[in-house]
Structure formats: C-alpha cells, structure tokens
C-alpha cells in the first residue's frame, strides 16, 4: 500500500473557474502511473465521496500521455464568495493526499 503523497509527483489543486476546482495527480513515470491507473481507486466515486458532490458533477480524467489524472469538480462555495476559505483552490487537494492505492 502506498499514499498518493508518498508516490505521486505532483498533487495540486486550483480553480477552474469560479465554480469549480481542479486536481491534478502526475507521476514521474509511465510505470507508475499505469501501476495506480491499474489498481481502479482514483474513480469519479473515489472523488465525489472526498468532496461530497454527485459523482454525476465529476469530470475524471486519466491523461496517459502526461502520466496524469485530473479531476474537476464544483467548489463547496464559490471563489472569493462570503465563507470562502480557499480562494484560489490551491488547498483543495489536501483529502486526496492521503488516499491509500494497494500497488
């Protein structure tokens, strides 16, 4: 088993709009990613339980040229709205770090 953060290259989050927010995951190598890729865990469900939104409103997308996933999703609160804490979304990958992927 192995945590995201421990095997991913790169975690980050970051608005796609007012509305939505964006995490991409890339890893350093083809391998690695097929391994993860391979494992079924990072899923449109996976997602929308982190966030809590409909899996319906997630758009997952594995890039297998770029050894990436990203997944966009709307935010909880609109950016720079009234109870916005995270205005630019740059702290919204953090529930994903510590997903556990069995490889």
Request: charged share 20%.
């Amino acid at each position: 088993m192995a945590l995201i953060k421990d095997i991913a290259q790169i975690c980050k989050s970051k608005n796609a709009g007012p509305f939505n927010v964006t995490v991409d995951i890339l890893f350093e190598d083809h391998g690695m990613h097929r391994r993860v890729k391979g494992t079924g865990v990072l899923t449109p469900a996976l997602f929308a339980g982190l966030y809590g939104v409909a899996e319906e409103d997630i758009l997952f997308t594995p890039y297998d040229a770029a050894a990436a996933f990203k997944i966009t999703f709307p935010r909880a609160t609109p950016a720079g709205d009234f109870g916005d804490t995270d205005v630019y979304g740059c702290q919204q990958h953090a529930p994903v770090l510590d997903v556990d992927i069995p490889i």
